[in-house]
């Protein structure tokens, strides 16, 4: 979930870092999400997830819109719907110990700007590829948080430039 807030005149949202203790993606920058449990829509999913990594309350948390183009992580075999959502202040953050080892808060301004996007090679598995990130905070976000971070951010950049044009 990227859950917008406002802070400082501006939109932000949280990344978390993930613990070395989770059973995937161990140390790896994140938005909040997690497994959906029998019986949960995908966006109840989000909202449950996000309260419980982060300590939010449910009902601090409005979905905006439908979900965003739901993406396949094939290392992981997870299918990640991710949502937009939005409380109206800046939560108090609370996050799992078990989850999460550092909450960053992120200007959403750093992947509105498409300048903000870095490559650089990487060896993955022995293979070398050239990898995409934001760089946030010292952070490099890459894969798919990066991949739900650039659709949301070309969203925006194309509705400014829908608003500019008239």
Do not use: C, Y
Not at 138 to 144: E, P, S
């Amino acid at each position: 979930m990227i859950l917008l807030f406002p802070h400082n005149d501006d939109l932000h949202f949280f990344l978390t870092r993930r613990t070395n203790t989770v059973e995937t993606h161990k140390g790896q920058i994140a938005l909040p999400g997690g497994a959906q449990e029998p019986g949960e829509t995908l966006e109840q999913t989000a909202v449950r997830e996000t309260s419980e990594e982060l300590g939010i309350a449910f009902a601090h948390i409005e979905i905006l819109g439908g979900a965003l183009t739901p993406l396949w992580v094939p290392i992981s075999g997870f299918r990640i719907t991710p949502f937009v959502a939005f409380t109206p202040a800046r939560p108090d953050v609370s996050a799992s110990q078990h989850e999460v080892v550092e909450v960053i808060d992120t200007p959403l301004e750093l992947i509105v700007d498409a300048q903000n996007i870095v490559e650089e090679p990487w060896t993955i598995r022995d293979i070398e590829v050239t990898v995409p990130f934001f760089l946030i905070n010292g952070h490099k976000v890459w894969g798919a948080t990066a991949m739900m971070l650039s659709e949301f951010g070309e969203m925006l950049r194309e509705a400014g430039r829908m608003k500019d044009e008239g």
